[in-house]
């Protein structure tokens, strides 16, 4: 019972499933029967795009429950992202964000995920709505300079880079930011490398000066990390996608609901949110 109460209490304050709560809570009621049915549910997800989930998929199975499991980042996504835009998922993992950015809003996406096994489930997710054409993945880590390095196995989701204290490793390639997207544009880039962020910045000089670039998400929270991408013209925002308003700081700090940091090129990031077309998400208009 103890590990159940924090996903009803997620349920219940998500900005979304808050609104239609009864509808939210019969999603987690089917879930828990179909996931004890078949090891895999494929499931209808936002404009006929679908998702294919496992038990363990954590963020994935918010999506279920509450339409979109990180809220203001995903929403924020839905809104930024046009057809024909390069969206960068560097840390895919299943492809929450990329079936969002390439089903949904129709851009193309660059997905990077190191993982074996998580690479099976994403490229299952691509194949199921039929992204072939505008996804290409890259099964390697990102970091500061290109080699192999040290990456956890049997940890599901979770699995990061190896630090010291970690045993059962395998050795996955490694390419620089700057290196994939060379001759590309990218206008969105979402980073969730389990603290390998500063890596990733670090081989990712080049790209942060890129103009098409107007919007970053990382999960990070490393110092080197923010100043790195506010020296390069961004500014931290919060986003809240209800009423479409991206809240500035200019000191680096701001009040947010969401786990990750957002940095935006404000100018070009308000005209797009703005005029975006909204999306039935759970049964709301978001």
Known sequence: MASV????RFIAHHPLSS???LSAYWRYLSWQIRSRIRSEVEFDWIEGSKLVVS????GATGNI???LHEFSDMAFLLHLLRPGDLFVDVGANVGSYTVLASAVCKA??????????TVRALAKNIEINALSERVTVIEAAVGAQSGSVAFTTGRDTMNHVAGSGDHATRQVLVRTLDDILCDEAPVLIKMDVEGYEPEVISGARATLKKPSLIAIITESSDPF?????????????????LGRTVALSTDGQIATSSLNKLF????????????ATSRIVAGVSV
């Open 5 to 8: 109460l924090p996903t009803l």
């Open 19 to 21: 609104r239609r709560p």
């Open 55 to 58: 038990n363990g998929m954590t």
């Open 65 to 67: 429950y509450c339409g």
């Open 108 to 117: 193309r996406s660059i997905a990077i995920e190191p993982d074996p096994n």
């Open 225 to 241: 990390v923010h100043d790195a991408i506010q020296n390069s013209g961004f500014v931290r925002a919060a986003y809240c996608p």
């Open 264 to 275: 935006v090129r404000p100018n070009a990031v308000r005209h797009r949110v703005k005029s």
